[in-house]
């Protein structure tokens, strides 16, 4: 034990000293990344400010680029549901407070064209006036909106100092215009010639009265004309507006006020039925032979 404990120690290999290059190694440091979960941990709590906001500083410089801001969804909505709103406060004013409010918008004659047309429709043509009214709101888009709502509320209004105001430089006339509004309001549309004694408004004038007296034999008689193509529904429109204002007429005997409404809402109905007797007349009602001698 003596001998063993007495010889020599064996002796192990150290690393370092067979492998010299482990003691010249070098550590560079490395960049610590995070992510974008933890850099938002590290932003402020509360709301950014103006000077901090980086989509402020993005607009800003889409502006001094002038590239136009994109408007949001729901802007453009409401700007296309603000002009069909002005379509439909247009539509009931008269024909010259219409041209008014266009000139000193400055807006095309299409916008004009359009508000005629919807004014023809009646309040039975829901479908049509509702896709008439979204296209004027397309032509109206372009309004400047601080313009056009002053001008609709001075012209319901009857502002009329306001509206030169608005007009600024336009020479127009409030005066004048006012003047062929009433004379329009007078002469109630077209003029029915004076021609009692000719066969087609003879037929016309029969028709007139069954038709508003609800005769059903001549109802049936105009509705069943087939070589001649009008309007049905246009027809029924312009007879009830009629029943309708002599029905409210005997309810209220108002006097001159009533008689002239009444009058205004018979001539166009007369002047579709004698466009009518005059295509049908002779093939239909009296028949080519009884039509000839019927005039000598």
């Known amino acids: 034990m003596a001998a063993v404990a007495a010889g020599p120690l064996r002796h192990y290999p150290v690393p370092w000293l067979q492998f010299p290059s482990l003691l010249t190694l070098s550590f560079t440091p490395r960049p610590i990344f995070f992510s974008s979960s933890r850099a938002r941990v590290l932003r402020p709590s509360g709301p950014l400010t103006a000077e901090d906001d980086p989509a402020d500083d993005d607009d800003a410089a889409a502006v001094s680029a002038g590239a136009p801001v994109k408007k949001s969804r729901n802007e453009l909505k409401r700007e296309a549901r603000r002009a069909v709103r002005w379509g439909m406060e247009l539509a009931n004013f008269s024909l010259p407070q219409i041209q008014r409010v266009l000139r000193v918008a400055s807006l095309e004659r299409e916008v004009f064209e359009a508000l005629t047309l919807v004014k023809r429709l009646g309040p039975d043509v829901r479908e049509g006036r509702r896709r008439q009214f979204n296209y004027i709101g397309r032509l109206l888009r372009k309004a400047q909106p601080d313009l056009m709502d002053a001008l609709i509320q001075a012209s319901k209004d009857g502002d009329n100092s306001r509206l030169l105001a608005l007009a600024g430089q336009e020479s127009w006339s409030i005066e004048n215009e006012e003047e062929g509004e009433e004379e329009e309001e007078e002469k109630g549309g077209e003029e029915i010639p004076n021609e009692e004694g000719s066969d087609d408004y003879v037929v016309a004038m029969r028709w007139f009265d069954g038709l508003i007296s609800r005769d059903p034999l001549i109802t049936n008689e105009?509705?069943?004309?087939?070589?001649a193509d009008f309007d049905r529904q246009e027809l029924r429109k312009l007879v009830r507006k009629v029943q309708s204002v002599q029905a409210g007429q005997q309810a209220d005997s108002s006097g001159a006020e009533s008689n002239a409404m009444l009058t205004r809402v018979k001539k166009p109905?007369?002047?579709?039925?004698?466009?009518?007797?005059?295509?049908?007349?002779?093939d239909v009602l009296f028949g080519p032979s009884s039509h000839l001698c019927s005039c000598s």
């Not at 105009?222 to 070589?227: F, L, P, Q, R």
């Not at 109905?269 to 002779?282: D, G």
């Open 222 to 227: 105009v509705y069943s004309v087939h070589n």
């Open 269 to 282: 109905l007369i002047l579709f039925l004698r466009s009518l007797a005059k295509k049908t007349l002779a």
